[in-house]
Nanobody, 123 residues
């Protein structure tokens, strides 16, 4: 049973940067589809970044050019580098994983495992 633990959130000024980490308690995350989502206050959770099955990275329009997703299959960590943060980026950020591929686009697909989330506040 895989568990995901996010960290790296915090309070940052507009224009600043944060790097989120998601540690997965599995033998290797290489077998999992993984992605980052966020939930802003009063809004539904939305996909932020995730690779597709061909390995191409998909980013939501509102983070393109500012966020970078990466993964280290040796240490089982998924990262989200967030640069040029704006107040609209405030929210709880979640990583998610699923062993099963999906026909849905990576940013809207369902995942079976979610982390507890890490709060990001930009002011």
């Amino acid at each position: 049973h895989v568990q995901l633990v996010e960290s790296g959130g915090g309070l940052v000024q507009v224009g600043g940067s944060l790097r989120l980490s998601c540690v997965a308690s599995v033998d290797t995350i290489g077998r999992y589809c993984m992605g980052w989502s966020r939930q802003a206050p009063g809004r539904e959770r939305e996909g932020v970044a995730a690779p597709d099955q061909e390995g191409r990275t998909n980013y939501a329009d509102f983070v393109k050019g500012r966020f970078t997703i990466s993964r280290d299959n040796n240490t089982n960590i998924l990262y989200l580098q967030m640069d040029r943060l704006i107040p609209e980026d405030t929210g709880v950020y979640y990583c998610a994983a699923d062993m099963r591929p999906s026909m849905l686009p990576p940013l809207v697909r369902a995942y079976s495992v979610w982390g507890q989330g890490t709060q990001v506040t930009v002011s």
